[in-house]
């Protein structure tokens, strides 16, 4: 396959994944109260205002060619707490909106690969939009298992200081500062793929089976 085709493969679902996501994050913030992400643009779709040139472009290059599969990240949407009424309670709901709308993309994938099979005649073009569709569902609910795993920074991490007592959050939230390093080291000992895959296959093949997918 002409290596033009197989970049707008991995590309188109990559880039909507990080970008909604983190536009997903800024909208709830905004509807919280918390107007930052909408004072710069980022409560957008359009891929050039959250892409991270290590993150989301480099990253997921290395980690198609090592181990096979995407990954990466985009610029975090900014979040200013002080303009929510109930700061942890909001700043729960905030990071929940970016799984949620990892899993809203990976249905929308699935529909995409359920018309595809069904209207259009076989070909390139079929071909190309089946290898679309199954890249946009698998790197979407990579990306929601991942991030709802309750390691800080992480959007699950975050999730947990929301709902634990205020004084225990307080403690749990300072593991960020070793958090990331503990999701490095899991990815790169091949535990992580272990740890997500299964649950990510699991759901996949439940959303395959809903549409009639084989």
Do not use: C
Not at 168 to 186: P, S
């Amino acid at each position: 396959m002409d290596i033009a085709i197989k970049i707008l493969i991995y590309a188109t679902p990559i880039l909507l994944a990080v970008s909604l996501h983190e536009a997903a994050h800024g909208w709830i913030a905004h509807l919280l109260g918390d107007p930052t992400a909408k004072r710069l643009g980022r409560l957008t779709a359009n891929p050039l205002k959250h892409i991270d040139p290590v993150g989301t472009i480099l990253v997921p290059i290395i980690m198609v060619v090592v181990l096979g599969f995407p990954f990466g990240w985009a610029k975090p949407v900014p979040v200013d707490v002080r303009n929510f009424v109930h700061p942890q309670k909001d700043m729960a709901l905030v990071a929940l909106a970016g799984p949620v709308s990892n899993f809203l993309m990976a249905i929308f994938w699935t529909l995409v690969l359920f018309a595809s099979t069904r209207l259009l005649p076989y070909g390139t073009l079929l071909l190309v939009m089946k290898a679309m569709a199954e890249v946009g569902v698998v790197i979407n609910l990579i990306l929601m298992v991942l991030n709802l795993l309750p390691v800080p920074p992480l959007d699950g991490g975050r999730i947990v200081t929301g709902i634990l007592p205020y004084n225990l959050a307080v403690y749990f939230v300072r593991l960020e500062m070793i958090g990331m390093w503990v999701v490095i080291f899991l990815l790169a000992s091949g535990i992580l793929g272990k740890i997500l895959m299964p649950m990510v296959q699991m759901i996949q093949n439940n959303l395959y089976a809903i549409f009639g997918l084989g």
